[in-house]
């Protein structure tokens, strides 16, 4: 299984703020995973001294993480082994604390394994260069 995983436009569904979701990127240490800002910054840690098995949240943080914006986030990952590979992490999303009311759809997101930030930015380089991998 990766042990780093990044939010793409086309895995996060729901509100207005789902867009400073993208480039965001959940990475395993040995006893916690890292909730990342696009650039990498750390901004949510689960606690414990072993890996939480899914599903779990992150503690609530406040971030812009891509946006313009410092918000409240709630993240929680339901499944770290979905997709047709079964190592595509996904979950829910909001920026209040998880009470929807019963059949209001849920925020979500969905992670691609093996993106890291280095790779991001390199293909945004070459993107912006117009040349390709």
Do not use: R
């Not at 042990?3 to 895995?11: E, F, M």
């Not at 971030?63 to 997709?83: K, P, R």
């Amino acid at each position: 299984m990766p042990n780093q995983w990044t939010i793409n436009a086309s895995g996060v569904n729901g509100g207005s703020n789902k867009s400073a979701l993208v480039g965001c990127h959940i990475k395993q240490n040995a006893t916690n995973y890292q909730f990342q800002a696009s650039n990498g910054t750390v901004v949510s840690t689960t606690t414990g001294t072993t890996l939480p098995t899914a599903p779990f949240q992150f503690p609530m943080f406040n971030s812009a993480l891509s946006g313009q914006t410092a918000l409240d986030w709630y993240i929680t990952v339901d499944t770290l082994t979905g997709g047709a590979s079964g190592n595509q992490p996904g979950g829910e999303w909001s920026n209040y604390a998880f009470a929807s009311p019963e059949g209001v759809p849920s925020d979500t997101w969905v992670a691609q394994a093996g993106a890291g930030v280095e790779d991001d930015q390199d293909d945004q380089a070459a993107a912006a260069s117009g040349s390709s991998k």
